[in-house]
Every structure is written in structure tokens, then in C-alpha cells.
């Protein structure tokens, strides 16, 4: 009789190694992600490799790439943890909601105003833990397609019938430069005269780039890019140094600080856009992520847009 494969897969360990080294791309990301040793994560994919029957990576370069069976491995393992993913929300629900994991991916200017969300959420429910995950717009876009989190943040979601958007927050993207810049000393400048000024810009792949280039478009500008950053922060200090000028969500300034920055008065700005929670439509819901999100809808929008007033 032959022996069923599930009977050679020694732990469901191996299957998240194998998702992490697949979303990473490398044994020393994935080990790094996963709080291991790189030795640990080699020795576990070979066991896996081996009770598979095939190679599941090959390198090319740094990287590590999927095999055909690779891919298939993977996809199957998704739907395994899954699956156990299922079964938590179960016993959640019979418990009550008490305990459990929170699995949040955000884009980078998220970063400045979520912590203040989830504080508040997790005094409501402190046995609840939470895992996020921040990157840039296509890097978010990527954990999303693959089903990865509970939600992901985004201010300018991808366009996919696959995902559902559920609108939590205003987001401004204003117009700033230095206190002491001449544009400061104005009280009306045009989009023209503004674009035309060193300007710093973010990288490809974030959605407030995304978002001033589509806004430029509309409007017949081009921008003066004087330079490209991965950082919103970094981009503060650069305008800060009189390096340039730029456009940056209102969030940054209100809970990361504009000691040294001045908001200019210009025409067509502020660029006008929402947050988003979005989820996968076939990835079950969680308890824990519809209390977060009945939470962002009707309370703590009302607590943020008090704190970005003030």
C-alpha cells in the first residue's frame, strides 16, 4: 500500500519556511522573518524537499526561485495553514472575543497614524496580539494578492473585483516646503509655479507618488524632481535642509512632527484621498478583523480627524 504523503511532511513548520522562503526569496530574509537560524530554515526545506521528492528552489543569482513543483507545494501549503487559520477563528468565536492574532500589512505612511488606531483597539481587547507588516505600495500589493494578512492599509488600493474596500479615513497630501523658502512668504502660488521648484520625490511603488502623478497628469505638470527617496522621513529632512520642496500625506506631519516646515498655500492642492482597509474576499474573516474594522469605521475616525485638526 502506498504510503500518503501527508505521512513524509513532518511539521506544518516546513510549510511556513517554504511560504516565507517563496514570499522572501531568500533563506536568510525568510529565517530573519521567521526569528530562526539560517542552518534551521536550509535543514527544514531539504526535509521538505526530500519528503516532496524534488527540488522545490533553484538560485538564480541571490535568489531563490520557485520549481513548477515548488509553486504547486505552495499553494497547497497556503491552504493548509489556512485551513487552521479556520479553525482559530472557530474556536475564537466559541471563546469569545478574547485571544488571538491580528494580521495587519501597511504602506509606509501608514505607519504614522495606525499605531495610534491599534493602541486604542488593543485597550479594548488586550489579549489580542497583532502582527504588521510595513512596506511600500507594491510590496503590500503583493502580501494582499497572496492572502497573507487580515487587512492591508492602503490609500490608493489596487483595482481587482478579487478585493474589498472598506473606506476608514481621509488622507491630504499637502504641499510643504522649508519655513524660511520664498514660496512660504506667499499667499496663493500656482500648481505651475510650485511644480517647477527642486523637488523631492518618493520612490516607484508608493502610493503618495502614485497619487501626485496621477494629480500632475490631470492637470498638464511635470514635476522638477530633484531627487528620489524611500523615506517620508528622510523626505522631511531633505525639504527641512532646503534641499527642495514636496508633497507629503498630512499624517506624517501631524504624528511624525513639522518642527522646520511650512505648508504652502497652493492651487489644486491638497490632493484629496481616503484610507482603505482591504481584505481578500475568499479569506474568511476573522472575528478579531471585523471588531477592527467595525472599530476604524465608527470610532476612531472621529478620534483621528480630532488629533489631525488639533
Given at each position: ?36 537560524t ?80 491599534l ?71 500656482s ?7 527642486p ?45 527642495g520642496?514636496?508633497i ?53 475616525r ?9
Open positions: 500500500m502506498k504510503t500518503r504523503l501527508h505521512a513524509h511532511i513532518g511539521t506544518l513548520r516546513q510549510l511556513e519556511i517554504l511560504l516565507a522562503v517563496a514570499h522572501h526569496g531568500s533563506v536568510t530574509a525568510a529565517a530573519k522573518a521567521l526569528h530562526l539560517q542552518p534551521t530554515v536550509s535543514m527544514q526545506l531539504k526535509k521538505l524537499s526530500e519528503a516532496i521528492g524534488s527540488p522545490l528552489f533553484y538560485q538564480v543569482g541571490r535568489d531563490l526561485k520557485l520549481t513548477e513543483v515548488g509553486e504547486v507545494t505552495t499553494e497547497s501549503a497556503r491552504e493548509v495553514l489556512l485551513c487552521f487559520e479556520r479553525l482559530d477563528m472557530k474556536l475564537t468565536k466559541l471563546r469569545g472575543l478574547t485571544s488571538g492574532t491580528l494580521r495587519l500589512a501597511v504602506v509606509t505612511t501608514a505607519k504614522y497614524f495606525m499605531p495610534h488606531l493602541g486604542d483597539f488593543c485597550r479594548q481587547f488586550p489579549d489580542i496580539d497583532v502582527d504588521m507588516t510595513i512596506g511600500n505600495r507594491a510590496q503590500i500589493v503583493k502580501r494582499l494578492a497572496e492572502g497573507e494578512d487580515d487587512f492591508c492599509v492602503f490609500s490608493h488600493p489596487p483595482t481587482n473585483d478579487d478585493y474589498q474596500l472598506a473606506e476608514f479615513l481621509p488622507n491630504r497630501l499637502v504641499a510643504i516646503a522649508h519655513q524660511e523658502h520664498p514660496l512660504c512668504q506667499r499667499k496663493r502660488i500648481l505651475k509655479e510650485f511644480a517647477s521648484q523637488y523631492i520625490m518618493r520612490e516607484n511603488g508608493s502610493g503618495t507618488r502614485y497619487a501626485i502623478e496621477q494629480h500632475m497628469t490631470r492637470h498638464n505638470c511635470e514635476l522638477n524632481v530633484r531627487m528620489t527617496i524611500e523615506s517620508n522621513e528622510a523626505i522631511k529632512h531633505m525639504v527641512m535642509s532646503g534641499m520642496v514636496s507629503l500625506s498630512e499624517h506624517t506631519l501631524t504624528f511624525g512632527g513639522s518642527a522646520g516646515l511650512s505648508i504652502l498655500n497652493v492651487g489644486k492642492l491638497p490632493i484629496k484621498t481616503n484610507w482603505y482597509l482591504v481584505s481578500l474576499k475568499s479569506r474568511p474573516a476573522s472575528p478579531i478583523a471585523t471588531a477592527l474594522l467595525e472599530f476604524a469605521q465608527k470610532n476612531n472621529l478620534q483621528l480627524l480630532e488629533d489631525l485638526e488639533r
